[in-house]
């Protein structure tokens, strides 16, 4: 299977798999996860500016890993959809996710294929950064959700109208006032 292929493929099945989560899931989690995609890729030009790693290979037309754009945020929201209020296991499954993401996918898989190479940045080190940007992405999450809540709490609603929307009584439709 040819590198193309593949990173196009950690571009699209993630998506293909929200068919299986709830619409207001998702819609719950997608400010997370597009955030998640801009700090990631914050992470990945800093990587490559202070020499962490270099990246070989990217998905034609791209200039960065697919991966940003299709893995990292979908997996952002199932992780959420699954223990989102239990920082705990949140934390505890974030860790697990970013060793496997680092020492198998990127320090095995992307490397053995020649996508990447980590250069100035230990696995152990790569999978610390990783874990402190999954705790910004929770606390981004608790952030729009104290957004929305208190939004819901301060509307209420009114059947007040403006005087202009108001009917006149019969006697005095279309008249001017001149007094």
């Given amino acids: 299977m040819s590198n193309q292929v593949i990173l196009w493929s950690m571009l699209i099945v993630p998506w293909?798999?929200?068919?299986?989560?709830e619409r207001k899931t998702i819609k719950q989690f997608m400010p997370t996860a597009l955030f998640s995609?801009?700090?990631s890729i914050l992470m990945v030009e800093a990587g490559e500016t202070f020499n962490w790693w270099i990246i070989s290979e990217t998905a034609y037309p791209f200039r960065t890993v697919s991966y940003l754009?299709?893995?990292?945020?979908?997996?952002?929201?199932?992780?959420?959809?699954s223990t989102y209020g239990r920082f705990g296991l949140y934390l505890?499954?974030?860790?697990?996710?970013?060793?496997?993401?680092?020492?198998?996918?990127?320090?095995?898989?992307?490397v053995g294929r020649g996508i990447f190479q980590p250069v100035g940045i230990t696995?152990?080190?790569?999978?610390?950064?990783?874990?402190?940007?999954?705790?910004?992405i929770y606390?981004?999450?608790?952030?729009?959700?104290?957004?929305?809540?208190?939004?819901?709490?301060?509307?209420?609603?009114?059947?007040?109208?403006?005087?202009?929307?108001?009917l006149l009584p019969k006697d005095q439709e279309n008249k001017i006032d001149n007094e």
């Fill in 123 to 136: 696995a152990l080190q790569n999978v610390l950064l990783a874990s402190l940007h999954g705790v910004v």
């Fill in 139 to 166: 606390g981004f999450q608790l952030w729009q959700e104290g957004i929305w809540s208190r939004s819901e709490r301060r509307s209420f609603s009114t059947n007040l109208q403006p005087a202009a929307t108001k």
């Fill in 92 to 110: 505890a499954v974030d860790v697990v996710l970013n060793f496997g993401f680092v020492y198998l996918f990127l320090d095995y898989f992307l």
């Fill in 16 to 21: 293909l798999t929200l068919f299986f989560m």
């Fill in 69 to 81: 754009f299709g893995l990292n945020p979908v997996t952002t929201m199932w992780l959420l959809r």
């Fill in 37 to 39: 995609v801009v700090t």
